[in-house]
């Protein structure tokens, strides 16, 4: 059987939410044993709300309130390679889990501390999540319509972050590969975010202008928008951003004439008709299917995508169920659900299948009599004392 990329490798995981998640997600549908440490009391994903994210794992849970617990975590941590946590700055660190407390029990650990602003600094302890980070880095300021409030736009942070996590992971594997040395890894989500605003950042430098709400609008092409079509709530983007391919557009609307109009004719003039021209592709696309739109777009060299929904991606998308990307999983708490693999890429040497998310402490049986060898007994009174939570 051919063995799976990240076979042999131990993590422990102890996030919640989706940086962290995300990030250990990654390994676990590779090949790596991802001990996911967690408590009954604040679950962290274990259960059916975080099935997604948790494909492939294992859950072991532990009361980290107790000082036999934390032990526990300690003696767990021990038989690891790489330590992943998402909590707030120097949470761990005050719980003696940081990384210098960690590495007197296994000198090559890797440690992975992803929080909102890194682990040093005068903000390094604000506790946060990814809704409030996306508006810190100013995704929401210029997200949304001139006239109208910032559009909120979830936790989008938190699906940038664990891109950045697994490099350092990989790297900091490989640097202990080579030299047999581990290393901590403070990596800031904030940084990791804000610097997709550099061309705002870079503009204001320069030309002192503050990035806003444009919609769906682009400097440097028109028409640039989602336009309706037939049935409901269905949308096609399409942008143009040459003249040749405003040429093409107009050939696959049916209106050739129509490229060499003034008010069209050049990519200032459309700007300056935007309105004109973006009432005028309604016009087209309103009476034919987004994907119809989509393909003929495609065909003639304009972009366009259809703007799909959860349906279309599990139901109506042929690329995504080639590629095997939608797996259905099967639950014992509940319905099958439809989880993505997690890995973008397929390699052809080390081939791989996603498994369903943990039931909350599902393997307290085999991480604490088969790793760590405690005894039925041990493990019974650890229980009662409310040590494994």
Not at 60 to 83: C, M, Q, W, Y
Not at 113 to 131: D, E, L, V
Request: include cysteine; proline fraction near 4%; glycine fraction near 8%.
């Amino acid at each position: 059987m051919t063995k799976k990329l990240f076979e042999g490798i131990r993590i422990i995981d102890i996030t919640f939410y989706l940086t962290g998640p995300l990030t250990t997600q990654a390994f676990s549908n590779l090949g790596a044993e991802v001990i996911k440490i967690e408590t009954r009391s604040q679950m962290t994903g274990g259960g059916m709300g975080g099935q997604p994210m948790h494909t492939d794992k294992l859950s072991v849970t532990l009361n980290f309130a107790s000082p036999k617990g934390l032990e526990l975590a300690r003696r767990i941590i021990a038989t690891a390679d790489v330590v992943v946590e998402n909590l707030a700055g120097g949470s761990l660190i005050r719980r003696g889990l940081g990384y210098e407390d960690l590495k007197k029990i296994k000198p090559d650990i890797i440690m992975l501390s992803t929080c909102m602003q890194g682990q040093t600094g005068p903000y390094a302890s604000h506790a946060a999540s990814g809704h409030k980070l996306t508006a810190l880095t100013g995704f929401e300021q210029i997200s949304g319509w001139p006239d109208r409030l910032p559009v909120y736009m979830a936790a989008y942070t938190d699906i940038i972050a664990p891109r950045y996590n697994i490099i350092a992971l990989l790297a900091a594997l490989d640097y202990r590969r080579r030299t047999g040395k581990g290393q901590f890894l403070d990596m800031s989500q904030y940084e990791g975010g804000v610097q997709f605003m550099a061309p705002a950042i870079l503009d204001y430098t320069a030309n002192k202008r503050v990035a806003g709400r444009v919609g769906n609008k682009y400097a440097y092409a028109a028409p640039h928008n989602a336009y309706r079509c037939t049935g409901e709530d269905k949308w096609c983007a399409i942008a143009v951003f040459t003249d040749n391919e405003w040429k093409s557009f107009c050939k696959v609307i049916g209106k050739p004439a129509l490229a060499k109009n003034p008010k069209f004719n050049t990519l200032l003039a459309r700007k300056e008709n935007e309105e004109e021209l973006d009432a005028l592709v309604n016009g087209w696309t309103s009476s034919r299917s987004a994907e119809d739109v989509m393909n003929a777009m495609q065909k003639a060299g304009v972009a366009a995508g259809m703007v799909e929904n959860g349906e279309d991606h599990i139901k109506n998308n042929p690329q995504l169920q080639h590629r095997h990307f939608l797996w259905e999983l099967e639950h014992p708490e509940g319905a099958n659900y439809f989880s993505p693999a997690g890995v973008h890429f397929l390699m052809s040497k080390t081939p791989y299948e996603v498994k369903r998310s943990p039931i909350l402490g599902e393997h307290n049986e085999y991480v604490f009599k088969d790793i760590l060898g405690l005894s039925e007994d041990e493990i019974t009174q650890l229980v009662e004392d409310g040590v494994i939570d």
